[in-house]
């Protein structure tokens, strides 16, 4: 399938929350999050930036990320989605790497990002440690008893993470 990667627009609003409603993986309270959040890019808030995948005027996939406050070079990467019926092609492939690149081009160092320890997420865990993601922290219970927060992350540098010591 030949799909195209441009910016989500306002009129995709509803299709980004039916997109993340329709995996089952995120809480209400975090699709509510991702749409205020794609309100406030909408809006002109850098903060926060949108890529869609599309087949045609469909969106079929989405990604988000932005800047962590307070650091230098680092980047969270907010939420990635691909439609059900698409998952298994490559789109959420394309979608990562291209932030990554444009990450890389804009001298971004490290993209983080948040997951969960459940089950029913070891494919998206998979998918991220296929695609050079390491598991830098874990926090035991954070969602939910038994339910722990694990983060990952990637060096955009070729491996200059550390930087030079004086
Ligand atoms: C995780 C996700 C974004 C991957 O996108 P995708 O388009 O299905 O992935 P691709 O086709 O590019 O890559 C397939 C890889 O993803 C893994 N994968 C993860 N979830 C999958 C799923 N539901 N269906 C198929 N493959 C899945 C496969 O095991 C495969 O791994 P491999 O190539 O390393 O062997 C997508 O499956 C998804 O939207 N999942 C639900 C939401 C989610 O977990 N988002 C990430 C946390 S914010």
Do not use: N
């Amino acid at each position: 399938m030949s799909c195209s990667l441009r910016p989500v627009e306002r009129a995709h609003r509803g299709t980004v929350e039916a997109l993340l409603r329709a995996t089952g993986m995120f809480r209400p309270s975090e699709v509510e999050t991702a749409v205020q959040v794609l309100d406030e890019s909408l809006a002109g808030e850098d903060d926060y930036r949108w890529l869609g995948a599309f087949d045609g005027e469909s969106l079929v996939g989405c990604i988000c990320w932005g800047p962590t406050p307070g650091t230098e070079g680092t980047y969270d990467l907010y939420w990635l989605v691909v439609d059900p019926a698409r998952q298994g092609q490559g789109l959420g492939t394309e979608l990562l790497t291209a932030v990554e690149r444009r990450l890389r081009a804009a001298q971004g160092r490290l993209l983080v990002t948040e997951t969960s320890s459940r089950g029913d997420y070891a494919p998206t865990r998979a998918f991220y440690e296929h695609r050079g993601y390491t598991r830098a922290a874990t926090i035991p219970g954070y969602y939910a008893p038994g339910d722990d927060l694990v983060i990952y992350s990637k060096d955009l540098t070729d491996g200059d993470l550390a930087g030079t010591t004086a």
